[in-house]
């Protein structure tokens, strides 16, 4: 993989990050069972996606600083990874809210 495409990558996963609160958004204006579905559909695609981003990575994962027994991951790899696991959390609450248990629009 090339320097640029490496460099690409975190941009990639704030777009995807962007689109799915894009989503989010549009669904509390509808509030519709169509429109939840929908929006669990692309939340899974999205994390499908930083899954493929995260392991498809092949720049630096580990920033060379490291104090005594850790390790930090650099700032490129660490928006990836956050990315994912917000979107992976965001994906968990969706399915809690087909499934009855509605938490993430409870508010609204």
Not at 48 to 61: D, E, I, K, N, P
């Amino acid at each position: 993989m090339k320097k640029k495409e490496v460099k690409f990558m975190p941009f990639l996963a704030l777009l995807v990050d962007a689109v799915t609160a894009a989503f989010y958004f549009l669904q509390l204006k509808v509030m519709s069972q169509p429109m939840f579905i929908i929006g669990l559909i692309v939340q899974i695609v999205a994390v499908l996606a930083l899954l493929v981003l995260s392991f498809g990575y092949r720049g630096q994962r580990q920033s060379k600083w490291r104090p005594e027994g850790y390790g930090y991951m650099t700032i490129r790899y660490g928006i990836i990874i956050v990315s994912l696991v917000v979107n992976a959390i965001v994906l968990f609450l969706y399915i809690l809210n087909q499934t009855g248990n509605n938490i993430i629009f409870s508010s609204f």
